[in-house]
């Protein structure tokens, strides 16, 4: 088990860029595939990016390909989602998730074993 404490979210206007952390304790980070969700006012949880285990293979929603990048560093327990181009759509509360192994049904939250509290991203038009 890992927990979670994601960081970064905020204000921004269109066009912005925000970097978001989710900062992991508790067992070894590498070994986790870990995936960014989003969920807006009244709608449902989505996924938004995922960084498996090993190999570190990644994987876009694709409202966000070219925009969003997903990344990792073990050594500081730590997966990265880095934000450019952001729109008002954009806007949602972000969760980072893990998973322990090499998931591949890494779009599926339910799946997930553990989550952060989540972080603020508010873009504005």
């Known amino acids: 088990q890992v927990q979670l404490v994601e960081s970064g979210g905020g204000l921004v206007q269109t066009g912005g860029s925000l970097r978001l952390s989710c900062a992991a304790s508790?067992?070894?980070?590498?070994?986790?595939?870990m995936g960014w969700f989003r969920q807006a006012q009244g709608k449902e949880r989505e996924f938004v990016a995922a960084?498996?285990?090993?190999?570190?293979?990644?994987d876009y929603t694709d409202s966000v390909k070219g925009r969003f990048t997903v990344s990792r560093d073990n050594a500081k327990s730590t997966v990265y989602l880095q934000m450019d181009s952001l729109k008002p759509e954009d806007t949602a509360i972000y969760y980072c998730?893990?998973?322990?192994?090499?998931?591949?049904?890494?779009?599926?939250?339910?799946?997930?074993?553990?989550w952060g509290q989540g972080t603020q991203v508010t873009v504005s038009s």
């Open positions: 998730a893990a998973k322990s192994g090499y998931y591949l049904n890494y779009h599926n939250y339910r799946g997930y074993d553990n």
């Open positions: 960084i498996t285990s090993r190999y570190a293979v990644t």
């Open positions: 508790g067992d070894t980070f590498s070994s986790y595939t």
